[in-house]
């Protein structure tokens, strides 16, 4: 699979930086970090990770793959929930050793495993703020778009402690 | 510094996703990921790494600290390039292991070392389209907004091969 698409080697600065081929950098445990954002809207959805063979598979399908490393196993986004993430842009950053993935989510437009649109609903405060509330957390979607139990039935949380 | 700031332990799995309290998780390198976007474009610019102190920091100045992996630091974003990050909203996610920033970029609005706007100055086709174009990466940013050589001078440039 994905036989089709080779990764130039790493051999200068300026190739890495300044040329049009790519050339990734995966890190110590064979992974990339990619950040996903809402097309539309621009709100980060997820942070995540690729290896290789996601990467490969991201760019082939034109949908978001990537490397689940509390399952260990590629994770084709929204094969279980159907909250598959179509990929509008991918891009890669100066050093190339992050992703950033622009996409439309499909069907609820759900891309958070605890029921809320973004991963990210929480503000924390910061500067004088913080000294007249303290570090509480602020809630910024206060409905969920789904029910996880609905969705994912008795599958694992994937949250760790 | 920041002895004011504590984070709440990590508990419960129902406290974590679902609390108001701050129990950011770091990795074994004591690094928690954080990505910045513009908070106005919505553009990512960033992708980078804060220590407990790092995020201690950031949120007592309202200002993005980072810690730098290459140079084993913390670092003020905008302490050399005057391009300080003001930060507008930081947000945490379900599991408590990654930070969104969103910030005002002082100064010029660049936030890459490169001296593009963005890190992500390049697009890496997908899909049908790298079957017609193949894998050559697409510049989205044609001019830089400062000469990396006047701004930074003879300092090591941060890209590792």
Known sequence: MSEGIQFAAR???EQVEEGNELAPKFDQDGLIPVVTTDYTSGEL???AYMNEEALKKTIELGEAVYWSRSRQVLWHKGATSGLVQKVKALLIDDDQDTIW???DVMGGGASCHVGY???F???VPVGEETKEKGLSLEFTETEK???PKDVYGDAPNPTKL
Request: some cysteine.
């Open 121 to 123: 609903y929480r503000r």
């Open 117 to 119: 649109r973004s991963c």
């Open 101 to 103: 993935l622009r996409v």
């Open 11 to 13: 051999t200068t600065v």
């Open 145 to 147: 778009v789904f029910d």
């Open 45 to 47: 959805l997820m942070h």
